[in-house]
Structures are given as C-alpha cells and as structure tokens.
T-cell receptor, first 117, second 117 residues
Framework: AQTVTQSQPEMSVQEAETVTLSCTYD???????LFWYKQPPSRQMILVIR??????QNATENRFSVNFQKAAKSFSLKISDSQLGDAAMYFC??????????????FGKGTKLSVKP | DAGVIQSPRHEVTEMGQEVTLRCKPI?????LFWYRQTMMRGLELLIY????????DSGMPEDRFSAKMPNASFSTLKIQPSEPRDSAVYFC???????????????FGPGTRLTVL
C-alpha cells in the first residue's frame, strides 16, 4: 500500500523569506501523481501544485516550486517570498495513474505553516 | 462554474440520529470522491464513484455508513445511526477522466463539519 509521510507537523517562516516543506512517499508503482494542497482556516482544500512522476522537470507555480526526487521518493515544496496569506495547513498527496479509472488521493498528515510579519 | 457544492456546511445532531450529507459535483465530471478529515486520522477516502458506479468503498468505516450516486449530478453520504466518533469534516471532490487517459485534478467542495453529541 502507498503511504505519504510529512515529518514536520509545524513550520514557521518570516514574511518574504523562503520555506521548504518536506514530504516522502512509498510506492511500488512507476507512474503516479504527486500534489500539494493548501488548507486555510476556511478549510477549503486548494490545489497548490502537481507533479507527474514521468516528468523529470520540477513543477513550478509562481512562488511555489517542488523538488521531486523520484529515486529517493521525495517531494518537497518550496515557498518563496512568503506572504501572510500562505499561512495554512499544507498536505502532500499521492495518486496512482490508473488510466481510465480515477484513483483516490492518499494524504500525509499535514504541516501547519505559520508566517510571521 | 460554481465548483463542488456540499450541503449542509455544518450539522449538529444527537447520537442515534440519521445524518445525510449531500454533494453536487462539477458539471461534466465523472468521478466523485468522499473523504473524511479528523485530527486523529487526517484525510482519508471513504468511497469513490466513477460514472455513478462505486469503485472502491473499502474506506467506509462500517455498515452505519452508506453512499449513493443516483445520477451524475448528485451524491449522498448517509450515517445511520450516528455516533460521537463520526464527528469530522466530510469532503466531497470530483474530477474528470477519459478512458485510457491520464488522471486529472480533483476539485474539493467546502466540506461539511459534522458534530454528533
């Protein structure tokens, strides 16, 4: 069975600084997707960034980027120029590539990010 | 698009009562997922449907839980009878997939916060 581990329950960053959130996963599959979701106090789950395992290039979305190390099964999220609005729970998630059918997301326990002004 | 719609947003009920949570997926999406979020267990899949057919219900905790998807635009999650340990946030998510195609993003609803007294 696939598992996702986030080893940092809480992180803190100064506004405008850079922070990296860690995520490791375990799978025997070769094709899969990895995601980072943000959950602010409103509890809405918001997709931050996604990475396809078959792509070697790391995904980027504005201030958000990932460091995807397939061999190490590591998928960290870097937030640059942190803003107060980035404060939230961040969840790392895995999904297998099942072709026509849709596999469910497997989530890590989350990292609570605080941003200090 | 209105996004995934869930109702109610909050539900407070007494132990033993029946609870019904509702979800309207994004129009055109053919996969629907029910997740539960608790402090102890994090985010976990309860059940998911593809083209209105249940594909994986292994996450449904016990017979007290049941889910239906009578058509492509509506799903319900029912708990009968409810117990205090069912207190959690329940999320519905939807996505679109083509047969033989690669997986697509899941869009989450705002969640239903259930409290069972």
């Amino acid at each position: 069975a696939q598992t996702v581990t986030q080893s940092q329950p809480e992180m803190s960053v100064q506004e405008a600084e850079t922070v990296t959130l860690s995520c490791t996963y375990d799978t025997s599959e070769s094709d899969y997707y990895l995601f980072w979701y943000k959950q602010p106090p409103s509890r809405q789950m918001i997709l931050v960034i996604r990475q396809e395992a078959y792509k070697q290039q790391n995904a980027t979305e504005n201030r958000f980027s990932v460091n995807f190390q397939k061999a190490a099964k590591s998928f960290s999220l870097k937030i640059s120029d942190s803003q107060l609005g980035d404060a939230a729970m961040y969840f790392c998630a895995y999904r297998g590539d099942y072709g026509g059918s849709q596999g469910n997301l497997i989530f890590g326990k989350g990292t609570k990010l605080s941003v200090k002004p | 698009d209105a996004g995934v719609i869930q109702s109610p947003r909050h539900e407070v009920t007494e132990m033993g009562q029946e609870v019904t949570l509702r979800c309207k997926p994004i129009s055109g999406h053919n996969s629907l997922f029910w997740y539960r979020q608790t402090m102890m267990r994090g985010l976990e899949l309860l059940i998911y449907f593809n083209n209105n057919v249940p594909i994986d219900d292994s996450g449904m905790p016990e017979d007290r839980f049941s889910a239906k998807m009578p058509n492509a635009s509506f799903s319900t999650l029912k708990i009968q009878p409810s117990e205090p340990r069912d207190s959690a946030v329940y999320f519905c998510a939807s996505s679109f997939s083509l047969a033989g195609g690669r997986g697509n993003e899941q869009f989450f609803g705002p969640g239903t916060r259930l409290t069972v007294l």
